[in-house]
């Protein structure tokens, strides 16, 4: 416990000083509202139920962008990495895309789709789409042949030896790249927000600054902020769990 | 045949671009899709080419690349020194390290707004939001690396008379450095989709607030045109680094295996 | 004695690290080893060994006890008592030629004295021709190869050894123990020689000091009265095989009553 504490002191320290130099005057009230100020704020914004609701309307896109986009990416990867032939086809362009910003996809959302739900949900979806493909891709080409081969000696036929074998084998670069799109996925759905959409937290970060909120702006900025946090690290837990064969 | 090899791997990978061109243009010529939704292969090059020779495209690009490269050669310099800070001085470290933990997986994003409640709405938060995106895991990276050095080689390099600042130099820096490069690999295209967002919010100019533009006023043609001038230049730069990594690294397994 | 290298009086070591337990890993250790006298170190896992070694290397802070080199006490690591480690430590980034200069450039004398002594000592270890590889081009032997060149380049006083056929095959640990003979042999050194191989020890030494299991003390002194040069069918001789039989039982005692096992 005590680690803890001692671990966390340098941010208890920056929030200080943040109050302080808000109270004082020493940065405008309007610039940096006080740490006091923000946190009235959000609990009003909490009682107010408006931050739930937001809330819930971008976790409710992120989940479902992210979701399909894990379904989609694992099996497109898996089945990418099934052949030779395939994987030399699949591979130029993988690089390809690789490094394209993947916020890129946000205006042509916009144009297929307008400003909506699905727009999000879909920018999100292409977007995580990629990291995942990638983790499912090399994660099954680096499955060691010399596994399958004993799978299959042991009387395995080749769809067992890709559940038993291959599928496990590929888990520790997949979920890697689960974890990836999982940051990826809270970065889109936050800006796509920003840029159009009538709920969310992006939205509400937004709408909240043009109005002059500012306190309320950095409420909210700090509310997704930390959910992004806690999600990485819940993240890592179940990713810990699963693979915690390797650690032993 | 080394190179009759090669040749027949290009024409395979080229198979899928090349089959996604020729559906898109057949998509659009047979009128399968509005040409609004997806305007032709043809007209988006088309259009590419005029906006290259009116110079259109080199000022577009030209704000976003020096955005780019700002923010990205400040955030390296700082980025590797604090990382290296934080691994050799134990106050740096304990002051930093709840912050970078904590930052690290936080979508940072989310501050811009603020950003450009303090910077204004030109150049100055987009380049601070960029850096602050993509610090972390060159901070990360290079705490991880300098930290680890296998203590055999410092002693070693102790064993054949080095002092302090020759083993910092010789010995720490080049055995941190695959690790130092995975990050700035990693840090490059957070900050490439940050500036583009940034330039996307702000309305501002540069290729992300031409693609919004372009959005906003249903011109698709302009929206695929900037896609895929940001998709080459990612590509650019990431290739870029990759051969730099290559030449740097010569001496490393992984280099050396790739060779075989 | 006028005669003593290397002397450690009252040597005590614990390993006290930042959470978890201390133990203590040397106690006691009083040892003599004479001018170009090469000492062998054996013992169960764990006995200090390495710790001794790493003691005398000026890696470790020596807080009990003394050690000296040439009647004067050890302070920091330097090139006069020169390391080779069980896992090379050769700096990846360097060419061979490179690794082997390395001790070099500290030492006065110009480019091309130096480029001459690199490269005699490449040859005597038998890697001609390989001055430009990297060393993760180069195989474990060679690796090693390597690392004994960087070492012998800048002529230390004293050889400390740890370990350092331990993660050779069979084949390269045998050809590279002849090899350290037959440099041993012709440009005599005093050397401390750590390693778990009883049969090695007797086969490169002159003394095998036999240590107890943790906390370590000087169980037992042999000479190893064989006559040099060593050629590879000494192993058969009858007393080599004596030796070996006498100290793996002290090893072995020593090991069974590490792990609570009374003989």
């Keep these: 416990m005590k680690e803890i504490a001692i671990r966390y002191t340098p941010v208890v320290l920056l929030l200080a000083l943040w109050e302080l130099a808000s109270r004082s005057g020493l940065v405008s009230q309007d610039v940096l509202p006080s740490v006091t100020s923000v946190s009235v704020r959000l609990w009003q914004l909490c009682a107010g139920g408006e931050m739930l609701s937001n809330i819930s309307a971008s976790m409710l896109r992120l989940v479902s962008g992210l979701g399909l986009g894990i379904i989609v990416g694992s099996i497109l990867g898996f089945a990418l990495a099934s052949s030779a032939i395939v994987q030399k086809m699949a591979q130029p362009s993988l690089t390809f895309l690789y490094p394209l910003p993947k916020s890129a996809l946000i205006p042509v959302i916009i144009i297929w789709l307008g400003f909506g739900h699905s727009a999000q949900i879909a920018v999100i979806f292409l977007g995580c789409l990629l990291p995942i493909v990638l983790g499912a891709y090399n994660g099954a080409r680096s499955a060691e042949s010399t596994l399958v081969w004993s799978a299959r000696s042991l009387g395995a036929n080749s769809i067992e030896a890709e559940w038993h074998v291959i599928i496990p084998a590929a888990l520790p670069d997949l979920l890697a790249g689960v974890r990836v799109a999982l940051a990826l996925s809270f970065v889109l759905l936050i800006s796509s927000e920003m840029l159009g959409a009538q709920r969310g937290m992006g939205f509400l970060i937004a709408f909240l600054g043009d109005g002059g909120d500012y306190a309320g702006m950095f409420a909210s900025a700090f509310v997704i902020t930390a959910i992004g946090f806690a999600a990485d690290r819940a993240y890592l837990a179940i990713y810990h769990y699963l693979l915690r064969y390797r650690e032993a | ?260 | 004695m006028t005669n003593t290298k290397i002397k450690f009086a009252n040597v005590e070591f614990t390993y006290a690290p930042a959470n978890g337990r201390a133990v203590k890993a040397l106690d006691n250790v009083n040892l003599d080893v004479a001018k170009d006298e090469f000492v062998s170190i054996v013992g169960p896992s764990g006995c200090g060994k390495s710790t001794l070694l790493y003691l005398l290397g000026g890696f470790l802070p020596l807080v009990q006890g003394e050690i000296s080199v040439d009647g004067r006490k050890i302070a920091k690591p330097g090139p006069d008592r020169g390391i080779v480690f069980q896992h090379f430590a050769l700096f990846p980034w360097k060419t061979v030629r490179q690794n082997v200069l390395y001790g070099l450039e500290r030492k006065s004398m110009d480019t091309a004295q130096r480029a001459e002594l690199a490269q005699k000592y490449i040859d005597l270890v038998k890697l001609t021709g390989f001055e430009d590889s990297w060393p993760a081009q180069l195989s474990g032997g060679m690796k090693q190869r390597v690392a004994i060149a960087r070492t012998l380049v800048t002529d230390p006083d004293v050889l400390l050894m740890d370990e350092p056929f331990g993660a050779l095959d069979a084949q390269n640990r045998g050809i590279l123990q002849e090899e350290l003979l037959a440099i041993w042999g012709s440009t005599r050194k005093t050397v401390l020689f750590v390693t778990h191989d009883v049969h090695e020890a007797v086969l490169l030494s002159d003394r095998v000091v036999v240590m107890s299991a943790r906390p370590g003390r000087i169980k037992k002194t042999l000479p190893i009265d064989l006559p040099r040069p060593r050629g590879p069918d000494v192993n058969r001789s009858p007393r080599f095989v004596d030796y070996c039989q006498e100290i793996w039982d002290l090893v072995r005692e020593e090991a069974l009553a590490a792990s609570g096992v009374k003989t």
């Design chain 2, 1 to 260: 045949m080394a190179s009759g090899h090669r040749l027949m791997n290009i024409l395979i990978g080229a198979i899928l671009p090349l089959a996604i061109i020729a559906l898109w243009e057949f998509a659009t010529r047979e009128r399968l899709v509005s040409s609004f939704l997806l305007p032709s292969f043809s007209r988006v090059v088309l259009r590419l080419w005029q906006d290259i020779v009116s110079g259109e495209l080199f000022m577009l690009a030209g704000q976003t690349l020096l955005r780019l490269a700002i923010s990205y050669s400040i955030a390296v310099i700082a980025g590797v020194v604090l990382g290296i800070l934080m691994a050799r001085v134990r106050f740096v470290r304990w002051m930093l390290d709840p912050i970078v933990s904590i930052g690290f997986p936080a979508p940072k994003i989310a501050f811009l707004p603020i950003f450009i409640l303090w910077f204004g709405v030109f150049d100055t938060p987009k380049i601070a939001m960029a850096i602050v995106a993509c610090i972390f895991p060159l901070i990360a990276g290079t705490w991880s690396g300098t930290q680890g050095v296998d203590k055999y080689l410092v002693w070693s390099a102790e064993n054949l008379g080095a002092t302090r600042r020759e083993i910092l130099v010789h010995v720490i820096f080049p055995a941190a450095l695959p690790q130092v490069l995975t990050a700035m690999q990693v840090a490059l295209p957070i900050a490439f989709i940050v500036v583009i967002v940034a330039e996307m919010l702000t309305g501002g100019n540069g290729l992300g607030g031409s693609m919004i533009e372009g959005a906003r006023l249903a011109d698709s043609a302009r929206v695929f045109e900037d896609l895929i001038v940001i998709g080459l230049i990612g590509f650019a730069f990431l290739h870029g680094l990759q051969i730099f990594r290559r030449k740097i690294l010569a001496w490393h397994p992984e280099v050396l295996q790739e060779k075989n």
